[in-house]
């Protein structure tokens, strides 16, 4: 599977995060653990600017080319998230430790999504990059989503989401047996 195509790439992470309450749970600590790691790399410097720079920038250009669309609306929130991190992070006296505390906490409530809603081990197993890189995109695409974008899409992944499931539940009994 290509890197750079956007709609088998939210397919491969939508088998993954199929139930509400596990997209919920994604929702809020996706773009958590992104904050977190953003709070650390704010200490790299990196020439006139720092890690956590030079890596969302990285982020953002490979998000724009998945889908420019979609990649362009994320900018902002990135912006955001970029902004508050390092605010947290120059004003807060013990910026680290408590967001690896957070950091901490996000990926416990990830792996809890999955294992009790979603019932299916994270894609983190199957394809780190993914679960490393693209979650925040894919988290933000969802949202656009529930906003009305891009409805055939939308609908288009369903029906692979459901089938690659079927697929996976299909094997997952024939190696019970």
Do not use: C
């Not at 910026?95 to 983190?124: C, D, K, N, T």
């Not at 989401?161 to 190696?175: F, G, L, M, N, Y």
């Amino acid at each position: 599977m290509s890197i750079f195509d956007f709609e088998k790439q939210l397919g491969f992470y939508g088998s993954y995060h199929n139930d509400k309450t596990n997209k919920a749970i994604h929702t809020v600590f996706v773009p958590t653990i992104l904050w977190t790691a953003l709070v650390w790399f704010h200490n790299i410097p990196v020439g006139p600017v720092d890690g956590a720079v030079v890596g969302l920038s990285l982020f953002n250009l490979y998000y724009i080319s998945l889908n420019t669309e979609a990649g362009l609306s994320y900018v902002p929130f990135a912006a955001t998230l970029l902004y508050t991190s390092h605010l947290f992070n120059q004003n807060v006296a013990e910026a680290i430790p408590i967001s690896v505390g957070i950091h901490i906490l996000s990926w416990i409530m990830q792996f809890y999504g999955h294992g009790v809603h979603e019932g299916r081990a994270p894609a983190l197993l199957d394809n780190l990059f993914q679960s490393l890189v693209l979650a925040p995109f894919f988290v933000w695409v969802h949202i656009l989503f529930q906003f009305g974008f891009r409805p055939d899409l939308k609908a288009k992944l369903q029906k692979q989401v459901d089938s690659s499931i079927k697929a996976w539940k299909a094997e997952k009994a024939r190696k019970a047996n």
